[in-house]
């Protein structure tokens, strides 16, 4: 039986994770590099669609979500930045759905 695309879509993040994590220091972490790698490398047009490219960004986000201020991400941590990148494209796929459709039917 083959993987469903869910299920290779889970494997790819795991795998990326541990590719990334395995660049310097603990491999079963990443460091502040090691996610800005990660982030650009594999989610250009993710990260540009919600315009936060700028490194800045990336940092802060590793700073608010490394809990135990060891300046590395565990998996856990990481799932947490996919999350909240999850729930912000989330939220510009609805802006640009709104915006399609007020387009389409004269609402601006």
Known sequence: ?????????????????????????DMETLSLQELQALLMDNMPRFMDSLGQKEPYYVTELFQATDKNRDNQ???DEFLYILGKLVKDYHLQY???LCARYCAQHSLY
């Open 1 to 25: 039986m083959t993987d469903t695309p869910v299920e290779e879509s889970l494997f790819q993040i795991i795998h990326c994770f541990h590719q990334y994590a395995a660049r310097q220091g």
């Open 73 to 75: 991400i565990c998996f």
């Open 94 to 96: 609805h802006r640009q």
